[in-house]
């Protein structure tokens, strides 16, 4: 990909997996990428180096701390790829619910101001996991070929997986509904006072590098572990591991934001699904999520361009190169 640009482009939680590989794409691209992070997550400072060699400014802050945003100026967009990710944050005893909220809504508020204040258009990196827990669970998966699949002919989800039109009733967990939240604000922060908005609602992110655990990065964790030949065990909805899940690369992402970026404020929807398509009993598990994105395919003519087998081998490289990344991950 080769742009020339002269935007200048904030994103929080720059030393976060996402937030990192975005960055430094935007800066190859010809981007002006200035952004910050508060290293909340294990091993996210190993990418501050990476960073700031790329020339990219860089300064440790909060997405919580209004003072920490503070000093913004003259940047074109927002990037909001600060959050708390897990879908068990708020509820497993290691994260507040306030906390939770703080972070992941409250944040985005805070960049919202950023956005009022400088008329910046904003990003804001969303997920699946807005979608009702209920709905989802009442698909009628069977297993074929040890993966769960739907029939063609449902009607509330096709073969492509889930739209945009999916319920979003609750309960869709804490931090599903901490993104929903976020979301509707956004849109209302952007027809208020004007600058444009983009909501994208990503499927599982995944790629060489990312810090993994059992509640998120989960692609990452299993080929590590895996690896590292740690214990792996299967969980929920009969422990066979049929549970199907789209993953999706930060190259195929920002392909789409450059697009939305260069956009503005077109008109037209603002909400799109994100995903690669068809690749214990905890609180939130699901059996089947695999996002449709046809609605980015028809608005923006993007489709990711990495498949699940290239990403695999992609995180499986660096697993042999990285032995320690388990630990990493884990703090």
Not at 211 to 224: A, E, N, T, V
Request: proline fraction near 5%; include cysteine.
């Amino acid at each position: 990909m080769v742009i020339v640009s002269f935007m200048r482009v904030l994103v929080s939680g720059v030393c976060g997996f996402v937030g990192s590989e975005l960055a430094l794409g935007l800066r190859s691209a010809g981007y002006e990428v200035c952004g910050f992070d508060n290293f909340s997550r294990p091993g996210s400072e190993r990418n501050r180096p990476r960073i700031e060699a790329a020339g990219i400014e860089f300064w440790r802050g909060d997405v919580r701390q209004e003072e920490d945003l503070a000093r913004v100026k003259g940047i074109d967009w927002v990037i909001d790829a600060a959050a708390n990710p897990s879908v068990l944050a708020g509820v497993d005893g290691k994260t507040g619910s306030k906390e939770l909220l703080e972070h992941n809504l409250w944040g985005t508020v805070n960049l919202l101001e950023v956005c009022k204040r400088e008329q910046a258009g904003m990003i804001l990196l969303s997920t699946s996991r807005v979608y009702s827990i209920d709905a989802l669970c009442a698909l009628p998966v069977v297993s074929k070929d040890g993966a769960f699949v739907l029939p063609e002919s449902l009607a509330a989800v096709g073969p492509r997986g889930v739209a945009e039109g999916f319920s979003t009733a609750a309960p869709v967990s804490l931090y599903g509904a901490s993104k929903l939240a976020s979301e509707q604000i956004a849109l209302e922060y952007g027809s208020a006072f004007g600058f444009p908005v983009w909501v994208n609602r990503c499927g599982v992110m995944a790629g060489a590098g990312q810090f993994g655990k059992p509640d998120q990065g989960i692609f990452s964790y299993w080929i590590h572990s895996w690896a590292q030949r740690a214990p792996l065990k299967y969980s929920g909805f009969g422990g066979a591991g049929h549970q199907v899940r789209d993953c999706l690369h930060p190259d195929d992402l920002l392909a789409l934001l450059v697009k939305q970026m260069d956009a503005g404020a077109r008109a037209g929807r603002r909400i799109f699904n994100v995903g690669g398509g068809a690749a214990s009993p905890r609180p939130f598990d699901l059996p089947w999520v695999v996002l449709d994105a046809a609605c980015a395919g028809q608005e923006w003519d993007w489709r990711p361009e990495k498949t699940v087998d290239e990403i695999c081998r992609e995180i499986a490289g660096h697993a042999r190169e990285h032995p320690e990344w388990l630990e990493v991950s884990r703090g």
